[in-house]
């Protein structure tokens, strides 16, 4: 049971250039969010969706795009990496708000 | 707009200790409240959660959890501490945006156990 997968793991970009962070869950969970973690931060909420076509902004959407084309799949886009995006990404999905988020094991992002 | 404070930035207890962390909210209706718990270059764990129902609410790893509707409060405890614990713990309360759910998390508190 793989739950929610993120690759890469790490990652170390130039300032300027483009990627996109993957996010899978095989749960048929309808949540899917997506948060950035800095220290002495907790998470912040960068895109959330609520199913299959249905995407919005959360607290920190600045530099980031997403897109649902599927139940399974929320990759987030980085547009042009900045040094402020520097941080641990990560994904977490849910079947309802009852339930809590299950977590991937995140992305560390290093912008240069 | 929901918010979360956990005053305590960093905790250090005994081994065999118990163990006490502290949680605050502020939401403007019956709220979603859980704990996770992130080891080290780890994702986070859903330890618990309240919706309803009674108050104190237990979990995995032996921890529990007490909803105080009057002061607010969410504290999560474990009577006698591993040093297997030691850990960053975040508090969460769960709200809806205009078209779901969202959750909202506390700064966490840094856990370390002596052994």
């Known amino acids: 049971n793989a739950g929610v997968t993120q690759t890469p793991k790490f990652q170390v970009l130039k300032t300027g250039q483009s990627m996109t962070l993957q996010c899978a869950q095989d749960m048929n969970h309808e949540y899917m969010s997506w948060y950035r973690q800095d220290p002495g931060m907790g998470l912040r909420l960068i895109h959330y969706s609520v199913g299959a076509g249905i995407t919005d902004q959360g607290e920190v959407p600045n530099g980031y795009n997403v897109s649902r084309s599927t139940t399974e799949d929320f990759p987030l886009r980085l547009l042009s990496a900045a040094p402020s995006q520097t941080s641990v990404y990560f994904c977490?999905?849910?079947?309802?708000?009852?339930?809590?988020?299950?977590f991937g094991s995140g992305t560390r992002l290093t912008v240069v | 707009a929901q918010s979360v404070t956990q005053p305590d930035i960093h905790i250090t207890v005994s081994e065999g200790a118990s163990l006490e962390l502290r949680c605050n909210y502020s939401y403007g209706a019956t709220p979603y409240l859980f704990w996770y718990v992130q080891s080290p270059g780890q994702g986070l764990q859903l330890l618990l959660k309240?919706?309803?129902?009674?108050?104190l609410v237990q979990g995995i790893k032996g921890f529990e959890a007490e909803f105080k509707r009057s002061q607010s409060s969410f504290n999560l405890r474990k009577p006698s501490v591993h040093w297997s614990d030691a850990a960053e713990y975040f508090c969460a309360v769960g709200g809806y945006l205009i078209y779901g759910q969202n959750f909202v998390f506390g700064p966490g508190t840094r856990l370390s156990v002596l052994p």
């Open positions: 977490a999905s849910s079947r309802s708000g009852q339930d809590g988020y299950t």
């Open positions: 309240y919706f309803s129902g009674d108050t």
